[in-house]
């Protein structure tokens, strides 16, 4: 790929002092809100989504819970709970933007309509509107099942049933020209302050399950070649970047020449993209970015990939905020929430809990890529410190073991952030990708 300028001299970041002003991003992702959930329900109805009245009552662990179940999506009273949570950790820490990396509808995808897709994301989006007000920006992403069918995104025109009224109900955090690409793409740019610009990008088109990229796979919206543009004029304009999207770069769900251009994107802008966020695997994750100068391996950047919100399969209910400082816009701390869906259905209320903090958890001395890159040689050789990695990943859900090639699977999902540098690792560890042993979620 070629840019319109040469990448200029690298210059090492540095970890932003403890006492200088930070900003909190709340993160959240994978909502996956069913209206339609039940308690009591039957919960293994052999569908791929039950829970509802059509599905008959359940017995025991099949009964459908009040605040959820782990075979199931979220339910409305859960999803309350949630943002009582963040209203109440709201008024201790404040939050200064939210990001919401999409998947809004539930998994009934045989049952979905272009109407109810919309009205999906606009329950999701008054819902947060009642929590933030007119005061804090959210920018949303749109995950691969707001598509009608899912997965579906035809390259423009062929998307406005859903871009136009998507548009229309963010338009109090959008400004025209953001919302005009929007509405041609499912991407957009804004510059909420002096010094800082978030990219949405719609990762819908690196997305494998998407029939229409077999047209054209490599930028049938035109938005890598965007996307350049803006991170220029930013870098030309002494800006910092967050960049939000669904789809990891590095998940195999994301098209291999696509997921290569995007890598070199980030790695010629990596001075001025600060932090990326995604969702999509309903799992706590990373991917870091690498480059190699003169024979040496160096990390460039990193993308965090946020646990979901749903219960979808076997998650406990999640969200995250990241603490920034404000002059340099490092990321200084990252703080995950969670509550135990099991214990909320036994005590008969949810109890939110701080889950960890990234670098406390982890000792880790910053967030710096450099810092990621040392954790992952880590945890290749301390299974302790693997396993409690492996237990946050899942939420300390019910489904937290992982051994033999799921280990290898994760640590090359962990050290690419391009699919087809996973695909590579996994090759070189001799790990076929249909090994029993290797956990594949139903995003």
Known sequence: MTFPKPKPPHVPP??????????????????????????????????????????????GTNAAGPWGHYNCDLNTPMWKSMLSHIQAV?????????????????????????????????????SLKA???????????????????????????????????????WAQWLPEEA?????FGGYYTVSPEKGLRFISLNMNYCNSGNFWLYVNENDPAGELEWMVKVLQQAEDNKEKVFILGHIPPGNTDCLQDWSNLFHQIVNRYEDIIMGQFYGHT???????????????????????????????????PSYRLYTYDVASKVISDVDTY?????????????????????????????????????????????????????????????????TGGCVKDELCSLKSAASSLYMQCMQDSGVELDSPDIRKPKC
Not at 91 to 114: A, E, F, L, R, S
Request: hydrophobic share 30%; glycine share 6%; with cysteine.
């Open 179 to 183: 919302r005009l690409t929007f509405e």
């Open 338 to 402: 969670h509550v135990n869906l099991t214990d909320a259905n036994l005590n008969g209320t949810p109890n939110w809990i701080h889950t960890y903090n990234t670098r406390q958890a982890y000792g880790m001395p910053d967030l710096l890529p450099a810092s990621w890159d040392a954790l992952i040689t880590k945890l290749e050789t301390n299974s302790t410190l693997f396993d409690l990695y492996y237990r946050l990943h899942t939420s300390y859900g019910p489904d937290s073991t992982c």
């Open 90 to 126: 709201s008024n201790t820490t404040g939050i200064d933007y939210v990001v919401w990396t999409g998947d809004n509808p539930p998994h009934d995808v045989w049952n979905q309509t272009k109407e109810g897709q919309i009205s999906a994301t606009q329950y999701v989006t008054d």
């Open 14 to 59: 540095t970890p932003p002092s403890p006492t200088t002003p930070k900003k909190v991003i709340l993160h959240i992702s994978d909502v996956h809100m069913d209206p339609l959930y039940v308690a009591g329900m039957n919960a293994n109805c052999g569908e791929p989504l039950c829970c509802r009245a059509s599905n008959g009552k359940g017995n």
């Open 131 to 169: 929590v933030f007000g007119k005061n804090t920006p959210i920018y949303g992403a749109l995950g691969n099942h707001e598509g009608y069918p899912v997965n579906i995104f035809a390259p423009p025109p062929g998307t406005e049933w859903l871009y136009m009224p998507v548009s229309q109900q």
């Open 282 to 316: 309903h799992d706590d994750s990373f991917e870091v970015f690498y480059t190699t100068e003169n024979s040496v391996k160096r990390a460039t950047n990193l993308a965090f990939v946020a646990p979901s919100v749903t219960t979808y399969q076997n998650k406990n």
